[in-house]
């Protein structure tokens, strides 16, 4: 079955540096998503993204954050300048584009900013 | 804005018996609702959805879930726990935009006891 994949599994940064986080979609999906989970809370929704730009963003998703799918397989997730609160379990996520069609998850990156 | 209440942030069961996780909603206009299971270390795997056709829904592993409009609930049940079963598992909703982000509960986890 075919599955999201996300790299790396385990990402350490210095506070103040610039992260990047990949993630490859199911390869007939069109509706991509990112989400984080801090340890010991939700999963959040950050944002989504169709046709080559951001269809939703919530609040969390503010100027430090961008997203991008550089090619036809790639989705990436840059975090500028990053502080202590953006460490968190990071997952991908890819849709169909179909009406009723579930959301499908990768194993996610693990991001700690020391 | 939609929500998500999971009653219940742990749930201990005997390996052989019923498995009731809770599940409430808010939304203001008809949701798509999922379970998703979470175990160690894993991203997120769909367990059911419900997008509107028959109201008792069957996933994998056993579980299934009833919609319940006027209870606004999707309870999660299992028949019969297995030990394989112990995982974290959240309840979802999204709306029916073209974006569809998904909104969490804050999650149940799930011990099976020998």
């Known amino acids: 079955e075919p599955e999201v994949t996300q790299t790396p599994s385990h990402q350490v940064t210095q506070m103040g540096q610039e992260v990047i986080l990949r993630c490859v979609p199911i390869?007939?999906?069109?509706?991509f998503y990112w989400y984080r989970q801090i340890l010991g809370q939700k999963v959040e929704f950050l944002v989504s993204?169709?046709?080559?730009?951001?269809?939703?963003k919530s609040e969390i998703f503010d100027d430090q954050f961008s997203v991008e799918r550089p090619d036809g397989s790639n989705f990436t997730l840059k975090i500028r300048s990053t502080k202590l609160e953006d460490s968190a379990m990071y997952f991908c996520?890819?849709?169909?584009?179909?009406?009723?069609?579930?959301?499908?998850f990768g194993d996610g990156t693990r991001l700690s900013i020391l | 804005a939609q929500s998500v209440t999971q009653l219940g942030s742990h749930v201990s069961v005997s390996e052989g018996a019923l498995v009731l996780l809770r599940c409430n909603y808010s939304?203001?206009?008809?949701?798509?609702l999922f379970w998703y299971v979470q175990y160690p270390n894993q991203g997120l795997q769909l367990l059911l959805k419900?997008?509107?056709?028959?109201?008792l829904v069957k996933g994998i592993n056993g579980f299934e879930a009833e919609f319940k409009k006027s209870e606004t609930s999707f309870h999660l049940t299992k028949p019969s726990a297995h030990m394989s079963d112990a995982a974290e598992y959240f309840c979802?909703?999204?709306?029916?935009?073209?974006?569809?982000?998904?909104?969490f509960g804050s999650g149940t986890q799930l011990t099976v006891l020998p």
């Open positions: 996520a890819s849709r169909e584009d179909s009406s009723n069609q579930p959301q499908h």
């Open positions: 993204f169709y046709n080559n730009e951001i269809s939703e």
């Open positions: 419900y997008t509107s056709a028959a109201t």
């Open positions: 939304s203001s206009v008809p949701p798509y």
């Open positions: 979802a909703v999204s709306d029916r935009s073209s974006a569809r982000q998904l909104t």
């Open positions: 390869s007939n999906h069109l509706y």
